[in-house]
């Protein structure tokens, strides 16, 4: 059974920094892409940066040069470094792991606020 474990989430002020991690246990068949999702209250799920097995990224136009996502192959792990935040950055963020099937983290949650 394969279970996805974020961490990273917290309260930060804007123009601040935050970094998410999201590991796997268990394993995952034909892994392709790894990707970080948001929701904020109201509003659907969007995506917010995908990094496919071959490395190319991808990013939702307003985390262009402001968030970075990375993969570990060997430990089934990716993460999410988060800088210049915004108030309206603030959501709740999924980790997803493509293979076979979807695997989605838990959510964690990020609250950018004064």
């Known amino acids: 059974q394969v279970q996805l474990v974020e961490s990273g989430g917290g309260l930060v002020q804007p123009g601040g920094s935050l970094g998410l991690s999201c590991a796997a246990s268990?394993?995952?068949?034909?892994?392709?892409?790894m990707g970080w999702y948001r929701q904020a209250p109201g509003k659907q799920r969007e995506m917010v940066a995908v990094i496919t097995s071959d490395g190319s990224t991808n990013y939702v136009d307003s985390v262009k040069g402001r968030f970075t996502i990375s993969r570990n192959n060997a430990k089934n792990t990716v993460s999410l470094q988060m800088n210049s935040l915004k108030a309206e950055d603030t959501a709740v963020y999924y980790c997803l792991f493509q293979g076979l099937a979807s695997y989605w983290g838990q959510g964690t949650q990020v609250t950018v606020s004064s």
């Open positions: 268990g394993r995952i068949f034909n892994m392709n892409a």
